[in-house]
């Protein structure tokens, strides 16, 4: 049933946790994992095309994205799952919709919370966005 | 991971496939399920002594919770997953959070819409609700 699971992370505790979740189900289903980490440029929002108004360097946002990834699975077993991490620029909601189009995603797993303006509200509007807009079932860890 | 699983319905076609992928994960994880359906009472919301403004007779209430639950479960294969069906009621998301909490339930399975004011809405009112208040995971289905 769930072949392909997809984690949304931003490195927080809640991502952690989803990404546990996520790897327990991978064990019994015998999914694979694909840990996306989306780093936000705003212009993506928009559809301006960012190559106008870089602010980040490629590098630095390469360099942020390998470190956020590794945050999210230190100290995780993710021996016997086939795993894969991405790394995609964009506004994160829509990036991750995507994802789960291209990648062929039969379910998503996110954490309640996340880091953001909207840290601490009562669910992160990054997840509130995926759950109305992905085509697959969306699990949200607490 | 998953022991108890709660699948909250309102017979709706949402509710059927969030039953199917609860029964799904309970045969991976060796949980039992319990189908829920609670019947709206306007007053429990605001809290109301029931008994004072009773409009609807407790026969009836068991009539349309038994249609609903029986309604959720035509046409699926249960196999040999702990099923237990249970009808309560009150405010709907007060009453699955209640449960929630009574029952040890570790994962809420819900639909994405439902029927109510606000069917064809982008989330079910219902299931945002639970979503922000569980303490336990909630996978929405599609």
Avoid at chain 1, 119 to 129: E, F, H, K, N, P
Avoid at chain 2, 6 to 34: N, P, W
Avoid at chain 2, 71 to 90: F, N, P, S, Y
Avoid at chain 2, 110 to 115: E, I, V
């Amino acid at each position: 049933m769930f072949k392909k699971i997809l984690v949304a992370t931003d490195a927080s505790e809640y991502s952690r946790r989803a990404l546990q979740n996520a790897l327990d189900l991978a064990r019994k289903f015998q999914s694979e994992i694909v840990l996306l980490f989306v780093t936000y440029n705003p212009e993506a929002y928009w559809g301006y095309n960012s190559a106008y108004t870089i602010e980040i360097t490629r590098e630095e946002i390469e360099e942020r994205g390998q470190l956020t990834l590794e945050e999210s699975i230190k100290g995780i077993d993710i021996g016997g799952v086939p795993f894969k991490k991405k790394m995609i620029q964009g506004h994160p909601s829509t990036v991750i919709v995507e994802e789960v189009i291209n990648e062929n995603i039969d379910l998503v797993v996110m954490g309640s919370h996340g880091y953001g303006p909207i840290t601490g509200a009562v669910l992160g509007s990054v997840s509130q966005r995926v759950l109305r807009k992905a085509t697959c079932p969306v699990l949200i860890v607490k | 991971m998953f022991k108890k699983i709660l699948v909250a319905t309102d017979a709706s076609e949402y509710s059927q496939r969030a039953l199917k992928t609860a029964l799904e994960i309970a045969q991976k994880y060796g949980a039992d399920v319990e189908l829920l359906f609670v019947t709206y009472i306007r007053e429990a919301y605001w809290g109301y002594n029931v008994t004072y403004g009773v409009l609807v007779p407790q026969e009836q209430i068991d009539e349309s919770g038994e249609r609903a639950l029986d309604a959720t479960l035509e046409g699926i294969e249960v196999g040999d997953v702990v099923l237990k069906r249970k009808k309560v009621q009150g405010y709907p998301a007060t009453m699955i959070l209640e449960e929630v909490e009574k029952e040890g339930v570790d994962l809420v399975v819900m639909g994405s819409r439902g029927y109510g004011p606000i069917a064809g809405s982008l989330l079910g009112s219902v299931s945002q609700h639970v979503l922000h208040r569980a303490e336990c995971p909630v996978l929405i289905v599609k």
